[in-house]
Nanobody, 121 residues
Framework: QVQLVESGGGLVQAGGSLRLSCTAS????????MGWFRQAPGKEREFVTA????????AYADSVKGRFTISRDNAKNMVYLQMNSLKPEDTAVYYC??????????????WGPGTQVTVSS
């Protein structure tokens, strides 16, 4: 089992950057693919990015390609989301998830409580 906690959210101006971190507890972190999802007010939760257990396989939503980068450090049980060139439409609660590699939420069994990201125009 894995427990996840996100950090690093906050308020930033459009064009700025933020780095989200997700800390995982549990000895089996390296056996899970990791994903980031987000949910804006009044909208469905949506896929942002994912990284496989092998560090190499990644996927990004079209809306964030070229701006966001996912990475992981299995030695530290951490996964990161570097967000550059932020836009107001990136405003959402961002969730870290652990499970089987996919671009949908259904295969991710473990979720953090989320961290708020607000991008002002």
């Amino acid at each position: 089992q894995v427990q996840l906690v996100e950090s690093g959210g906050g308020l930033v101006q459009a064009g700025g950057s933020l780095r989200l971190s997700c800390t995982a507890s549990g000895r089996t972190f390296s056996s899970y693919a990791m994903g980031w999802f987000r949910q804006a007010p009044g909208k469905e939760r949506e896929f942002v990015t994912a990284i496989g257990r092998n560090f190499v396989t990644t996927a990004y939503a079209d809306s964030v390609k070229g701006r966001f980068t996912i990475s992981r450090d299995n030695a530290k049980n951490m996964v990161y989301l570097q967000m550059n060139s932020l836009k107001p439409e990136d405003t959402a609660v961002y969730y870290c998830a652990a499970g089987s590699y996919a671009t949908t939420s259904y295969t991710y069994a473990y979720w953090g409580p989320g961290t708020q990201v607000t991008v002002s125009s």
